[in-house]
């Protein structure tokens, strides 16, 4: 049982690159997040989806795009990196998204540096 | 935003029963408030959840008042190991406040 899996564990990227942030989850979970923490500091949420081909925005969602084809997977993009993205990444899934009693699963983070 | 409002940090000594209280005065009717914690270089980690009332599992106790405007975490006889980062939750748009920097010492 895997849980959440993200990929890559570190990565380094130049000014205006582009790419892509995986995250898959093996729990059957409809709910699925995006998360960015900044050193020292709390969770912020990026994006969020509640099921597969549906997603939302969160607190700061410019700079990147999200897609959720599948159930399983919830892969962030970003556009056109820059400095300020600088940061650690986390993807976490949850059982059900109208309820509040499924507690979100989070995986190990993807730590992103722009240069 | 349905933020939670915690305090930044608390000191604590080993052995000692920890109170983290969380405020959600907008918290909606059928929200549940969940709580995690998170060492550096780790995702956050389900401790505890609870609608309301007293909630109790093997490593924490969650008291939740009638008006459920605020939650206490209760962690008891603290050791070494819980030196983390404690963030309370409430269900919208799942948005974590800033956490509550929890450190005990020998």
């Known amino acids: 049982n895997a849980g959440v899996t993200q990929t890559p564990k570190f990565q380094v990227l130049k000014t205006g690159q582009s790419m892509t942030l995986q995250c898959a989850q093996d729990?059957?979970?409809?709910?699925m997040s995006w998360y960015r923490q900044d050193p020292g500091m709390g969770l912020r949420l990026i994006h969020y989806?509640?099921?597969?081909?549906?997603?939302d925005q969160g607190e700061v969602p410019n700079g990147y795009n999200v897609s959720r084809s599948t159930t399983e997977d919830f892969p962030l993009r970003l556009l056109s990196a820059a400095p300020s993205q600088t940061s650690v990444y986390f993807c976490?899934?949850?059982?059900?998204?109208?309820?509040?009693?499924?507690?979100?699963?989070f995986g190990n983070g993807t730590r992103l540096t722009v240069t | 935003l349905a933020k939670t409002t915690q305090p930044i940090s608390m000191d604590s000594y080993e052995g000692q029963e920890v109170n983290i209280t969380c405020s959600h005065n907008?918290?909606?009717?059928?929200?549940?408030i969940t709580w995690y914690q998170q060492f550096p270089s780790q995702g956050p980690r389900f401790i505890i959840q609870?609608?309301?009332t007293k909630v109790t599992n093997e490593v924490a106790s969650l008291f939740i008042p009638a008006d459920r405007k605020s939650s206490t975490l209760s962690l008891p006889r603290v050791s070494l190991s819980d030196t983390a980062v404690y963030y309370c939750?409430?269900?919208?748009?799942?948005?974590f406040g800033a956490g509550t920097r929890l450190f005990v010492k020998a």
């Open positions: 976490a899934s949850s059982y059900s998204a109208g309820q509040g009693g499924s507690p979100l699963h």
């Open positions: 729990m059957n979970h409809e709910y």
């Open positions: 989806s509640v099921g597969a081909g549906i997603t």
């Open positions: 907008n918290i909606a009717t059928n929200d549940y």
């Open positions: 609870g609608y309301k």
């Open positions: 939750l409430r269900w919208l748009k799942t948005i």
